[in-house]
């Protein structure tokens, strides 16, 4: 899980991203501010989603943990999650009370890697102009990654000729 920086209308805003060990997305989310409050609103929506696998058991102890880097709000989301008792059925504090966090600066390349991509699509747009409409093309760019990487049914990784038919078939226009 990382968070990277994004301009919109001349002002930065954070983009929340989680990935799996394989390099998956699991999600997104585009926020105003880089706090605890909004590090603990992504945790808790990738934490509580069915595609979700419950975080790894890392081989130097019998705990799961999620690797992040050094920022202060990760810790603050954590506990945040770990107290907080409103939410009902299999969800995010319960996979919380379950997770450990492993804050090492250089541990979440995969994660550093996959910005690098959304960073190459959104620098030579003219600029987001607001908040919505860049949440909303930041999603269709996180989606068409997705299917790049074979995250879609029916599709598999670096076979373009299957990706251009699922696109297709979803829009009803050909590529």
């Known amino acids: 899980m990382d968070e990277t920086y994004i301009e919109i209308k ?6 929340y991203r989680a990935v799996d060990s394989a390099g998956n997305t699991l999600d997104f989310m585009l926020s105003a501010k ?11 929506e990738v934490l509580k989603a069915q595609h ?8 130097y102890a019998s705990f799961e943990e999620l690797t992040v880097d050094k ?8 506990e945040t999650l770990k107290s907080d008792k409103t939410t009902l059925a299999v969800s995010a504090e319960q996979r919380a009370e379950e997770t450990e966090l492993r804050q090492i600066k250089y541990l979440n390349n995969i994660i550093e890697q996959d910005h690098r ?18 949440r909303r093309t930041l999603s269709g760019i996180e989606a068409i990654r997705m299917i790049r990487k074979g995250q879609a049914k029916r599709v598999n990784k670096g076979d373009s000729v299957s990706q251009m038919k699922f696109i297709e078939e979803l829009f009803g226009v050909s590529a």
């Open 10 to 15: 001349g002002a930065w805003k954070y983009l």
């Open 117 to 134: 991509n959304i960073k190459r699509i959104v620098k030579p747009m003219m600029g987001l102009k607001s908040f919505n409409s860049a």
């Open 71 to 78: 920022n202060a709000a990760y810790p603050v989301a954590m």
């Open 52 to 59: 979700t696998q419950t975080p790894r058991v890392s081989r």
């Open 34 to 44: 880089r706090d605890g409050k909004a590090a603990a609103r992504f945790l808790r």
